[in-house]
Nanobody, 123 residues
Framework: QVQLVESGGGLVQAGDSLRLSCAASGRTFDSEAMGWFRQGPGTEREFVAA????????YYADSVKGRFTISRDNAKNTVYLQMNRLKPEDTAVYFC????????????????WGPGTQVTVSS
């Protein structure tokens, strides 16, 4: 059974940093992309970032470009999201996702979702 488990969320102040992790288990995600989405209060789930298996293709939402960095460690089946210069509007539940390619993840063609981790940024 495939499982994605996010960690690293929490309550921080504006301008702070957080690093989210998502560990995948159940099988090895050979050649598959991983990514992050978020859903803020009263909003729809939105794309944040995606990374191909090799790390050669990376996509970001415009709202996080220059502040967030996605990376992965295939040996650990883990994807990370380094979030710097956090803003109150980054407050959301952050979800890890697996898809067939980075472009597919950006298009929300998702095979597996994690349960999410809460990130709250106070002003």
């Amino acid at each position: 059974q495939v499982q994605l488990v996010e960690s690293g969320g929490g309550l921080v102040q504006a301008g702070d940093s957080l690093r989210l992790s998502c560990a995948a288990s159940g099988r090895t995600f050979d050649s598959e992309a991983m990514g992050w989405f978020r859903q803020g209060p009263g909003t729809e789930r939105e794309f944040v970032a995606a990374i191909s298996w090799s790390g050669g293709r990376i996509y970001y939402a415009d709202s996080v470009k220059g502040r967030f960095t996605i990376s992965r460690d295939n040996a650990k089946n883990t994807v990370y999201l380094q979030m710097n210069r956090l803003k109150p509007e980054d407050t959301a539940v952050y979800f890890c996702a697996v898809g067939p390619s980075a472009q597919a993840v950006e298009d929300q063609i998702i095979g597996y979702w994690g349960p999410g981790t809460q990130v709250t940024v106070s002003s």
